[in-house]
């Protein structure tokens, strides 16, 4: 047994699960208050007119969904860099570390009534959160043996909660501090929360000192080359650098410099992933590629779901009739509501996933992402019927609103379908990468769910010229086709796995197979 194993089979337990789990689980879950209670006051700390009692920056509702869909995009694309510097030089576990106190400096200076506080408290969360993110969910499925499947996917469940549980006390208390007390004593609340998870994450270091580290790289000096200057050696990542920098160049003069900007920076990420899939011998190409095919998934996943903290939000503060009484709902807390059906449901449909399988019952990672998409879109249709009940006089101002139950219809559903989505995916990346680039293509994973934000927030934008009601339903038709699609393509999907949700399965040097049936520890 080596000394992995080792470690992994002594490790301290807690419910039948390592100590190290709720280490990061307590890390991840003051992450996510930080980051989930900025989300939640973001846009409507943009729009809030400049002459109010708590003033905003009294933006126009397209110009900051525009800038939510960029600086979203930016948190998770900076994924892949922040996957690279762990896997190459730093280790997951100092990358966490770092992440976190780029973290609370930015959520501590966007405490700062200043613009230039504000951007740059933005461009340091986008640092921290591609440091911290990737990296602290790779070090989940390192906790685990990888012939404990079911237990490895319940840890991340666990997990989880934890992010959601970050997520549900965030925008309840930041939202209504933000919106009630002052935008700016909300972001520094966001801030002290981002420090108490740092000061647990260094508590906890015993428990997870053997998960994390920087692989040694083993392999000869030619195998072992700068990444960066392989996508120039090897033809076809210089080839797919080439066309993505010249399809950039053609967006930026013909349609707009910033999304010819964006492509241009995504050529070498590009660059990167063919690099990748170059090292890999037969079986770990074939993995690779089935990982990156499901990040399309994720794309229109979180292109869809994430009109939440954009265009829904803003829909909530100004379209929907928030009086509970004598009191007004602060539509910040609608935030609150996906994170506390997590809580609720989280368990509940891993139990059922489990109990799917055991009745042997289709049950791959990419069938539970599939129907994961096809739920969340659903949820779009009560945003259909919600868009059809605000009334508008001859002037096109609102006299009628709709009623809040359509809000938090739609959460469920979306809350259900991103059960059955991004736990799983998290997962499904550890069981696939390779070792050696697995905080890279957790990266690249958290890059896909970036590149969703961006979607989202192009289509938050649009919603002003062709109508919510057009918005949410098409977003609810498109889902359910795009998740039929694939479980159609299941077959030829899953045999790109080669098992690896089955079995631990170990490939030699020379891409041969072979199972290693050790016995599952209780």
Same mark, same amino acid.
């Given at each position: 047994m080596s000394t992995i194993e080792s470690h992994l089979s002594n490790q301290r337990k807690f419910l039948g699960h390592p100590v190290g789990l709720y280490v990061l689980f307590m890390t991840e879950m003051w992450e996510r208050f930080s980051y989930y209670g900025m989300r939640a006051i973001l846009v409507l700390y943009l729009v809030a007119?400049?002459?109010?009692?708590?003033?905003?920056?009294?933006?126009?509702?397209?110009?900051?969904?525009? =800038?939510?869909?960029?600086y979203t995009m930016f948190v998770y694309v900076a994924s892949i860099p922040g996957g690279i510097i /762990?896997?190459?030089?730093?280790?997951?576990?100092?990358s966490?570390?770092?992440?976190?106190?780029?973290?609370?400096?930015?959520?501590?200076?966007?405490?700062?009534?200043?613009?230039?506080?504000?951007?740059?408290?933005?461009?340091?969360?986008?640092?921290?959160?591609?440091?911290?993110?990737?990296?602290?969910?790779?070090?989940?499925?390192?906790?685990?043996?990888?012939?404990?499947?079911?237990?490895? &996917?319940?840890?991340?469940?666990?997990?989880?909660?934890?992010?959601? =549980?970050?997520?549900?006390?965030?925008?309840? #208390?930041?939202?209504?501090?933000?919106?009630?007390?002052? %935008?700016?004593?909300?972001?520094?609340?966001?801030? #002290?929360?981002?420090?108490?998870?740092?000061?647990?994450?260094?508590?906890?270091?015993?428990?997870?000192?053997?998960?994390?580290?920087?692989?040694? &790289?083993?392999?000869p000096d030619q195998d072992r080359d700068n990444l960066f200057l392989k996508i120039f050696k090897q033809r076809n990542a210089f080839i797919g650098l080439l066309l993505m920098v010249l399809a950039?160049?053609?967006?930026?003069?013909?349609?707009? %410099?910033?999304?010819? /900007?964006?492509?241009?920076?995504?050529?070498? /990420?590009?660059?990167?992933?063919?690099?990748?899939?170059?090292?890999?011998?037969k079986v770990e190409k074939d993995r690779i590629l089935?990982?990156?095919?499901?990040?399309?998934?994720i794309i229109v996943f979180w292109g869809a779901f994430e009109q939440a903290g954009g265009l829904m939000n803003v829909y909530a503060a100004q379209k929907t009739n928030l009086a509970f009484g004598s009191f007004m709902v602060p539509a910040s807390w609608f935030q609150s509501v996906n994170a506390i059906f997590i809580l609720t449901f989280a368990t509940i449909v891993g139990s059922i996933w489990i109990w799917w399988k055991n009745r042997h019952k289709?049950?791959?990672?990419?069938?539970?992402?599939?129907?994961?998409? #096809?739920?969340?879109?659903?949820?779009?249709?009560?945003?259909?019927?919600?868009?059809?009940?605000?009334?508008? &006089?001859?002037a096109g101002e609102i006299i009628k609103?709709?009623?809040?139950?359509?809000?938090?219809?739609?959460?469920?559903?979306?809350?259900?379908?991103?059960?059955?989505?991004?736990?799983?995916? =998290?997962?499904?990346?550890?069981?696939?990468?390779? &070792?050696?680039?697995?905080?890279?293509?957790?990266?690249?994973?958290?890059?896909? !769910?970036?590149?969703?934000?961006?979607v989202a927030g192009v289509l938050g934008e649009s919603a002003s010229e062709f109508g919510e009601f057009a918005i949410f339903t098409g977003i609810a038709i498109f889902c359910t086709i795009f998740g =039929?699609?694939? #479980?159609?393509?299941?077959?030829?999907?899953?045999?790109? !796995?080669?098992g690896a949700e089955d079995l631990q399965i170990e490939v030699d040097a020379s891409g041969e197979l072979a199972a290693s049936l050790e016995t599952q520890e209780a």
């Open positions: 007119e400049t002459a109010a009692d708590n003033p905003g920056l009294g933006w126009a509702n397209d110009s900051a969904i525009a =800038l939510y869909g960029w /762990a896997d190459k030089l730093l280790g997951q576990r100092k966490v570390f770092v992440g976190g106190m780029l973290l609370v400096a930015g959520h501590s200076i966007l405490a700062v009534e200043q613009m230039w506080a504000f951007y740059l408290g933005l461009v340091l969360i986008v640092m921290g959160v591609g440091m911290l993110k990737p990296n602290i969910s790779t070090m989940v499925g390192g906790l685990y043996p990888k012939n404990q499947q079911n237990k490895r &996917d319940m840890g991340f469940y666990i997990f989880y909660m934890g992010i959601n =549980l970050g997520a549900a006390t965030s925008a309840l #208390i930041v939202g209504y501090i933000g919106e009630n007390i002052g %935008w700016h004593y909300g972001f520094g609340l966001a801030g #002290i929360g981002m420090a108490l998870g740092q000061l647990i994450y260094w508590w906890g270091q015993k428990y997870i000192r053997h998960v994390g580290n920087l692989v040694e &790289d083993t392999r950039g160049v053609y967006i930026w003069y013909m349609v707009d %410099w910033q999304y010819g /900007a964006l492509v241009i920076g995504l050529a070498f /990420a590009v660059g990167f992933g063919i690099v990748v899939y170059n090292d890999g011998n089935v990982t990156y095919l499901s990040f399309l998934i289709e049950s791959s990672s990419l069938f539970k992402m599939a129907i994961g998409v #096809i739920i969340m879109g659903w949820g779009f249709f009560f945003m259909s019927l919600a868009s059809k009940e605000v009334g508008y &006089d001859a609103k709709s009623g809040m139950q359509w809000l938090v219809l739609a959460y469920l559903f979306h809350t259900l379908g991103e059960l059955c989505t991004s736990p799983v995916a =998290l997962s499904f990346i550890t069981k696939l990468a390779p &070792d050696r680039w697995m905080a890279f293509m957790m990266g690249a994973y958290f890059a896909a !769910t970036g590149l969703g934000n961006k =039929l699609l694939v #479980i159609a393509m299941l077959k030829p999907l899953k045999r790109l !796995t080669h």
